[in-house]
Nanobody, 119 residues
C-alpha cells in the first residue's frame, strides 16, 4: 500500500520561504506521477505542482508559477515543494498525492501539512 507523509509546513510571514517534503513508500514509483495540492478553508482543492518521477517535466498551477518549484529525489523516494515569496493567499493545507501513470486521477494522498502565511 502506497503511503505518503508530508512535512515542512508552518507559520511564516509574507515574503518568506518554506520547503515541503513528501516521503513515499510502498510502491514502484518510477511508474508514478506525484503532485502537490492545497485546500484553503471554504475553497476547493487546487492543483499546485506535479510531475513524473522519471521525467524532468513539471507543471504548475497558475497562481504559483515563478514562485514555487517542484523537485524529486528518486534515491530517497521523496518529492519537494520549494515555496518562495509566500503570500497570505497561499495559506492552506498542502497535500502530497500520487497516481500510477495509467490512472485518470490521483489515487493516494498524504495527511496534509498546514502552511500559514501572515501579512
Amino acid at each position: 500500500q502506497v503511503q505518503l507523509v508530508e512535512s515542512g509546513g508552518g507559520l511564516v510571514q509574507a515574503g518568506d520561504s518554506l520547503r515541503l517534503s513528501c516521503s513515499a513508500s510502498g510502491g514502484t514509483f518510477s511508474n508514478y506521477v506525484m503532485g502537490w495540492f492545497r485546500q484553503a478553508p471554504g475553497k476547493e482543492r487546487e492543483f499546485v505542482a506535479g510531475g513524473a518521477w522519471s521525467s524532468a517535466y513539471t507543471n504548475y498551477g497558475d497562481s504559483v508559477k515563478g514562485r514555487f518549484t517542484f523537485s524529486r529525489d528518486p534515491s530517497k523516494n521523496t518529492v519537494y515543494l520549494q515555496m518562495n515569496t509566500l503570500r497570505p493567499e497561499d495559506t492552506a493545507v498542502y497535500y502530497c498525492a500520487s497516481r500510477r501513470r495509467s490512472a485518470a486521477s490521483y489515487e493516494y494522498w498524504g495527511q496534509g501539512t498546514q502552511v500559514t502565511v501572515s501579512s
